[in-house]
């Protein structure tokens, strides 16, 4: 086999449950070092992250990307031990394979073959790691993007390996993300007896209206190509489980996912003003996960596009789609964000895998996006 799939091979077998690095940093970081790199291994909490750098000044593109897995689920569900790597019928399968080790194994060989190529290449070419995508993202790239703040250090470009490709390697590039913001509402009511709700505050008919009305919000109708963003309830309780009892409090959780007509600020305010208006007496958690994010047309786009259509024998579709990866942390630093990497139809799945032919291809396929920026 190749040596992307040799190594993809090694990094599966190490079962790096998030934020569980599980040597996974060190074994790249030796790699990349032999090849010339200047590697700086940086412990922030219980998460490793691994900042490797070759070359220097302007233009600076990073290959973003992490080592931590999601748990397996239930073993018995597999067809084989998830962290024992096995191939059926041109297909490897093992935790990790889409999402993304074998994205990171391909970065690493790329550049590898990159810079053995291209010695004296001009700007830098620097490969990002994490153990902390698939967590709470605390310690991770949110983390170390401080740090580069902190330092001065400039980010032009950046690829993130997220499998974004829906059929075919290629068919789409990301060029963007939505935000997400999540809430923890707690609406305060009076306990009692059904019989006797004059003498009872009940916090589920309290919550009722405003909840309508938050689901009904139309918030917007898209921004170019991102979809218009959603609010979803998650999650409601109340109630001690009689049905006697008014309950004292309920309990509800939703999140929005945003484009960029909206900031968390913005949301946030919003929100807390409908429920005042409401006249609820409450208690409101928010958690930011990230802003969203979008590349414009510009050198990186159009190269990426370019090189896709190469690979798939058609130009990519363009997206914003999907959840959230690190690359929202990237992109308030200045930087141009894509995601490129395989198809994503199994990812956090049991039996998640990847074709070996597509495997084998992405390290060719970042080696000429990274060759067609710094060349």
């Known amino acids: 086999m190749s040596d992307v799939f040799d190594l993809t091979c090694e990094l599966i077998a190490r079962p790096s449950v998030t934020p569980d690095d599980a040597g996974c940093q060190q074994l790249i970081g030796g790699r990349l070092a032999a090849a010339g790199f ?134 789409l590039l990301r060029v963007g993300r939505r935000g997400s913001l999540s809430a923890k509402l707690q609406v305060k009511g009076v306990q009692g007896h059904v019989a006797y709700p004059d003498k009872a505050r009940n916090p589920i008919h309290l919550a009722a209206p405003a909840l309508a009305e938050l689901t009904a919000r139309h918030w917007d109708d898209g921004y170019e190509s991102f979809p218009p963003t959603s609010l979803q309830i998650s999650n409601i309780n109340a109630g001690t489980g009689a049905n006697n009892v008014i309950p004292g409090e309920l309990q509800v959780m939703f999140n929005l996912r945003y484009n960029p007509h909206w900031s968390a600020d913005k949301l946030e305010t919003e929100i807390t003003a409908l429920l005042d208006r409401h006249g609820l007496d409450y208690d409101l958690h928010w958690h930011r996960s990230g802003e969203p994010f979008y590349t414009p047309e510009g050198r990186l786009r159009s190269v990426a596009r370019e090189v896709l259509a190469e690979f798939a024998g058609a130009a990519p579709e363009e997206s914003t789609g999907g959840g959230t990866s690190d690359a929202r942390f990237i992109a308030p630093l200045g930087a141009q964000c894509i995601e490129v990497g395989p198809v994503n139809a199994s990812i956090h799945q ?26």
Not at 53 to 64: D, E, I, K, N, R
Not at 92 to 112: I, N, P, Q, W
Not at 122 to 140: F, N, R, Y
Not at 350 to 359: G, K, M, S
Request: glycine share 10%.
């Open 350 to 375: 049991v039996d998640e895998n990847v074709r070996v032919a597509d495997l084998e291809a992405l390290p060719a396929l970042y080696q000429r996006l990274v060759e067609r920026l710094l060349a």
């Open 38 to 171: 200047n590697c700086e291994h940086l412990r922030l909490g219980e998460v490793d992250n691994l900042w490797a750098t070759h070359g220097s000044g302007a233009p600076v593109l990073v290959l973003l990307g992490h080592t931590d897995v999601v748990p397996t689920g239930p073993v018995e569900a597999w067809a084989s031990d998830p962290f024992t790597p096995q191939v059926r019928d041109g297909v490897l399968y093992g935790r990790g394979t889409a999402d993304m080790k074998g994205s990171v194994a391909a970065f690493v060989v790329a550049a590898e073959q990159f810079v053995a190529a291209h010695p004296e290449h001009p700007g830098t070419l620097a490969v990002l790691l994490t153990s902390d995508e698939e967590g709470d993202a605390i310690d991770g790239v949110r983390h170390v993007a401080k740090l580069f703040v902190e330092r001065g250090q400039g980010i032009d470009w950046c690829i993130t390996g997220e499998p974004s490709s829906t059929a075919k390697l290629g068919d």
